[in-house]
């Protein structure tokens, strides 16, 4: 795909708070099932309740699906509005789990700490009853110059 194509997608996608066509680029995001809520200026990346996200008997959502989560939820967040002209690629990741990851709907909010012309750093955090609450807080850094 051109980064001309990519870059239609996001306009796209933001003129009609439709997010699905970027998330379907990214086969991981696809597979356990992460959607766009935009709400205003801010995004809200969510992981439905999925029994396939299963890790233990909890029953708890696993760890690796956590952090996978997380970790999409940068990517997606600095295609949408850092303007990077395609998909962003992992430099490194650091995650701290809080709390169980229980059954239920997650949430993960981004903020950009810092983008340059080459790397991007962005902190995520993830939750699910309260955003006062979280379950787990990462740190990721995404190469952002051409691949």
């Known amino acids: 795909m051109s980064d001309f194509n990519l870059g239609e997608l996001v ?8 997010y699905n066509s970027l998330i379907q680029l990214v086969p991981y995001a696809r597979l356990i099932g992460i959607e766009c809520l935009r709400l205003g ?20 959502i696993h760890g690796g699906v956590i952090a996978g ?20 690629k992992i430099i490194d990741f650091s995650i701290d789990y809080l709390r169980a990851g229980h059954y ?32 787990a807080t990462a740190r990721c850094h995404f190469k952002i110059d051409e691949p």
């Open 104 to 135: 239920r709907d997650t949430f993960a909010a981004c903020q950009v700490w810092r983008q340059g012309r080459r790397v991007a750093n962005v902190a995520i955090t993830a939750w699910q009853t309260r955003q006062a609450e979280p379950i």
């Open 41 to 60: 200026d801010e995004m809200v990346f969510r992981l439905p309740q999925n029994e396939s996200n299963i890790g233990n008997p909890l029953p708890a």
């Open 69 to 88: 989560f997380m970790e999409h939820a940068a990517m997606l967040h600095l295609l949408m509005f850092m303007g990077a002209p395609h998909l962003p």
């Open 11 to 18: 306009q796209k996608a933001h003129a009609t708070n439709d």
